[in-house]
């Protein structure tokens, strides 16, 4: 997925290349309001000492839930975790430390690490024009960090990711991935040794990392070499322009980090062709033609289990390739009214995030000029296999990760990330697993390429204080942690009510009421539904 404003549709043509040059930004700073400063009542902390007491802990590394447990922080680390009683009887009294400056009462509740979503865009006009939008909704939804491809341009992203660090914004915190050429003042590489010098400039300009497409081998192998050597992060969307010279496992040959969506798996799985047999009258300028036919490759290639399907995923995790599915994203292209009326939508989505969404031919991933039950079919069948694929390579030992690219196709920020997790579930995944993808897996991803130890992602002493405080078990029902709850039947009342939404979240030592991060998303939809009305 790609933010991209809307555009002429030649300009789709754009969407299935690499980016050729500085003018065509996937997210553009100048349609994007940086976040406002952050008011003295939003959030408290960091505190000298702060303590959450008397919650189940489950810490992110696979392990099962333990609890009760006091989290002692101070400032922005992780102090302490210690047992705070037996299971089944009273909380024991006058547990150190007996005073703190800022305490939290999680008994009964849940406590996780923050959530990683390596896979995010922070939107633009005319979606929705304040970053301020999304990072209340990722933080409302327990995501602590989040890896933009990319957030923004390259001079925003900087910033954001600068003031997010010092906290002065409300905001997670911030890696900054972008596309080959975006934000120096030179023509984009189109030379081994113009990519290499983008790289190294890439190194020196606050850049993470490289969201790459599926560019020219020989660009590839510099880009991935370079940044290697300067222990920049990689992920590719390996686009159908270039995947027939550039799959995941040729990437992955050359070094690629993670292969984000599906591109390029289902091509180098292909059994009968080399390239992907489309209709004749294909068009992928066209955006329903381009991901319908997507939806057609689940039975061109190697069926899930023969030797050629093991063997290509037994390359993989020789070669240590993370696979971030972004099964979210899609989701809508097999059951289209499910997302479309989804009941977040009035209070949450934005009205013109919501016309964003709606069929159009030069708005990105709005492809529903007729989208048929025959279409949904094919991407109902072709998540069957997609779900083996990331399925048997975790249960090989391959790492998978969480990310959700919303902003597109009916999934709101914040939403499309629980969605990943319930579809990471759907998947074959255990709960456990699955917040094992969302928070150790997508910090081992982004410290790897530093060579640095993770920082966040695992709760346990020394890690910085990202934390997830939720009132009902996310193992449970995974709905729970949506910022509307789950439905239910209240015994009490017997009607239907709505219980869970994350408590807290806690990033950097800072404890966010998530309920008012909403109301604050909340108010901003009706005041723009208000302003239309008056209009």
Same mark, same amino acid.
């Given at each position: 997925?790609?933010?991209?404003?809307?555009?002429?549709?030649?300009?789709? @043509?754009? /969407? /299935?290349?690499?980016?050729?040059?500085?003018?065509?930004?996937?997210?553009?700073?100048?349609?994007?309001?940086?976040?406002? &400063?952050?008011?003295?009542?939003?959030?408290?902390?960091?505190?000298?000492?702060?303590?959450?007491?008397?919650? %189940?802990?489950?810490?992110?590394?696979?392990?099962?839930?333990?609890?009760?447990?006091?989290?002692?922080?101070?400032?922005?680390?992780?102090?302490?975790?210690?047992? =705070?009683?037996?299971?089944?009887?009273? /909380?024991?009294?006058?547990?150190?430390?007996k005073k703190a400056d800022f305490e939290v009462d999680a008994t009964s509740m849940y406590i996780l690490p923050g959530f990683v979503d390596v896979h995010v865009h922070a939107g633009n006009k005319p979606k929705n024009e304040e970053a301020e939008y999304a990072y209340k909704l990722w933080l409302a939804h327990g995501v602590t960090t989040v890896r933009g491809v990319p957030l923004t341009d390259q001079a925003l992203s900087v910033k954001e990711k600068e003031r997010s660090a010092r906290n002065e914004i409300v905001a997670p915190r911030i890696f900054n991935y972008q596309r080959m050429g975006q934000g120096w003042d030179k023509?984009?590489?189109?030379?081994?040794?113009?990519?290499?010098?983008?790289?190294?400039?890439?190194?020196?300009?606050?850049?993470?990392?490289?969201?790459?497409?599926? !560019?020219?081998?020989? *660009? %590839?192998?510099?880009?991935?070499?370079?940044?290697?050597?300067?222990?920049?992060?990689?992920?590719?969307?390996?686009?159908?322009?270039?995947?027939?010279?550039?799959? =995941?496992?040729?990437?992955?040959?050359?070094?690629?980090?993670?292969?984000?969506?599906?591109?390029?798996?289902?091509?180098?799985?292909?059994?009968?062709?080399?390239?992907?047999?489309?209709? @004749?009258?294909?068009?992928?300028?066209?955006?329903? %033609?381009?991901?319908?036919?997507? =939806?057609?490759?689940?039975?061109? *290639?190697?069926?899930?289990?023969?030797?050629?399907?093991?063997?290509?995923?037994?390359?993989?995790?020789?070669?240590? #390739? #993370?696979?971030?599915?972004?099964?979210?994203?899609?989701?809508?292209?097999?059951?289209?009214?499910?997302?479309?009326?989804?009941?977040?939508?009035?209070?949450?989505?934005?009205?013109?995030?919501?016309?964003?969404?709606?069929?159009?031919?030069?708005? !990105?991933?709005?492809?529903?000029?007729?989208?048929?039950?025959?279409?949904?079919?094919?991407?109902?069948?072709?998540?069957?296999?997609?779900?083996?694929?990331? &399925?048997?390579?975790?249960?090989?030992?391959?790492?998978?990760?969480?990310?959700?690219?919303?902003?597109?196709?009916?999934?709101?920020?914040?939403?499309?990330?629980?969605?990943?997790?319930?579809?990471?579930?759907?998947?074959?995944? !255990?709960?456990?697993?699955? *917040?094992?993808?969302?928070?150790?897996?997508?910090?081992?991803?982004?410290?790897?390429?530093?060579?640095?130890?993770?920082?966040?992602?695992?709760?346990?002493?020394?890690?910085?204080?990202?934390?997830?405080?939720?009132?009902?078990?996310?193992?449970?029902?995974?709905?729970?942690?949506?910022?509307?709850?789950?439905?239910?039947?209240?015994?009490?009342?017997?009607?239907?009510?709505?219980?869970?939404?994350?408590?807290?979240?806690?990033?950097?030592?800072?404890?966010?009421?998530?309920?008012?991060?909403?109301?604050?998303?909340?108010?901003?939809?009706?005041?723009?539904?208000?302003?239309?009305?008056?209009?």
């Open positions: 997925m790609r933010g991209f404003r809307s555009l002429l549709t030649l300009s789709l @043509v754009a /969407l /299935l290349l690499p980016i050729a040059s500085n003018g065509l930004a996937q997210e553009r700073g100048d349609n994007l309001k940086p976040a406002p &400063n952050r008011r003295s009542d939003e959030g408290k902390g960091p505190f000298k000492t702060m303590v959450i007491r008397g919650g %189940m802990l489950i810490d992110g590394t696979g392990g099962p839930p333990r609890g009760p447990v006091d989290i002692v922080i101070e400032g922005n680390r992780i102090k302490a975790v210690r047992g =705070a009683g037996t299971p089944g009887l009273p /909380l024991e009294a006058d547990r150190e430390p023509p984009a590489p189109n030379t081994p040794e113009a990519a290499r010098e983008y790289v190294r400039w890439a190194a020196e300009n606050s850049i993470d990392g490289l969201k790459l497409g599926s !560019h020219r081998p020989e *660009i %590839m192998a510099a880009l991935l070499d370079e940044a290697k050597k300067l222990g920049l992060g990689s992920t590719a969307h390996l686009d159908q322009g270039g995947v027939a010279q550039m799959s =995941a496992i040729k990437a992955a040959r050359l070094g690629l980090g993670t292969v984000t969506h599906f591109y390029g798996h289902f091509e180098s799985l292909l059994k009968d062709f080399v390239v992907q047999p489309y209709p @004749v009258g294909q068009n992928s300028s066209d955006e329903y %033609m381009r991901f319908g036919q997507v =939806a057609r490759l689940w039975d061109k *290639i190697h069926p899930p289990g023969s030797p050629e399907w093991k063997a290509y995923l037994e390359e993989h995790l020789k070669l240590g #390739t #993370t696979f971030d599915p972004t099964l979210t994203i899609y989701s809508a292209g097999r059951d289209l009214m499910k997302f479309r009326y989804a009941p977040w939508h009035d209070k949450y989505t934005l009205p013109s995030l919501m016309d964003f969404y709606q069929p159009s031919r030069t708005n !990105h991933g709005a492809y529903w000029y007729d989208w048929t039950t025959e279409d949904e079919v094919a991407w109902r069948n072709f998540y069957q296999v997609w779900f083996r694929l990331m &399925n048997d390579y975790k249960k090989m030992g391959g790492r998978v990760t969480t990310g959700s690219d919303s902003g597109f196709i009916y999934q709101t920020y914040g939403w499309g990330y629980v969605n990943e997790l319930e579809m990471l579930q759907e998947a074959g995944f !255990h709960p456990l697993e699955v *917040i094992q993808s969302a928070t150790m897996n997508g910090a081992l991803t982004l410290s790897e390429p530093r060579k640095k130890p993770i920082e966040f992602g695992v709760i346990r002493a020394g890690m910085l204080a990202d934390l997830v405080i939720a009132p009902e078990n996310p193992l449970q029902n995974f709905k729970t942690l949506y910022g509307n709850g789950a439905l239910y039947l209240n015994e009490k009342t017997g009607k239907e009510d709505w219980k869970g939404g994350v408590k807290y979240t806690i990033k950097d030592g800072i404890v966010y009421d998530a309920k008012m991060l909403l109301a604050d998303v909340a108010a901003m939809v009706a005041k723009q539904k208000k302003e239309r009305a008056q209009k």
